[in-house]
């Protein structure tokens, strides 16, 4: 017979590196976050529940009210730098979706540098894809260069301290499930 807490154990170890996972992706643009809150929801209901430590309910609302503060900075922090200069909705959208391109590109680009490269290419190329839809949006509107470069520039900087936020959160979060796990 297998020893239960030898079981809860491997799985909230497997639950933490799943989680830092879930986190990088985060880099990407990807929801990370919320798998983040799906594996220690699953963990809560799945894992033995005869081991002396457990994921409690409190742990996991705990990981969901902090999914949603990591969403609200990031939407708030990306949009309002652009929308400070006046950008466009053309021009906020095509900035989400360059920084979703261009953190993927900036990704493949750099994975020549073992792990931090795909990191740093993943960020960058989220900014310089959030400043060229914005760009690109203020263009097509007819704005002139001065304001498209203003928008752009805000853009890039709102979506830089959104990750950033976005990411402490989810650091927060995967150290919420870890110590509520192993303690």
Not at 13 to 31: E, I, R
Not at 34 to 59: C, M, Q, R, S, Y
Not at 75 to 88: D, E, I, P, T
Not at 102 to 108: D, K, R
Request: hydrophobic share 60%; proline share 2%.
């Amino acid at each position: 017979m297998i020893n239960p807490e030898i079981v809860y154990y491997s799985l909230a170890v497997l639950l933490l590196l799943l989680n830092l996972v879930s986190w990088v992706a985060n880099l990407f643009t990807l929801p990370g976050n919320w798998v983040i809150v799906l594996l220690t929801t699953l963990f809560a209901v799945f894992a033995p529940k005869d081991a002396e430590n457990d994921i409690g309910w409190l742990g996991v609302g705990a990981v969901i009210v902090l999914a949603i503060v990591g969403e609200v900075v990031e939407m708030v922090a990306g949009a309002a730098g652009a929308a400070k200069q006046g950008a466009s909705r053309r021009a906020m959208f095509l900035a989400v979706i360059g920084a979703m391109i261009g953190s993927l590109v900036g990704a493949m680009l750099l994975t020549f540098i073992p792990v931090i490269g795909t990191i740093i290419g993943a960020v960058a190329g989220a900014a310089f894809g959030s400043f060229g839809g914005a760009y690109l949006g203020e263009m097509w509107k007819g704005s002139d260069q001065k304001e498209r470069l203003d928008i752009g520039v805000a853009a890039m900087l709102g979506r830089m301290l959104g990750t950033t936020g976005k990411l402490l959160v989810g650091a927060i979060m995967v150290a919420v499930a870890t110590i509520d796990s192993f303690i």
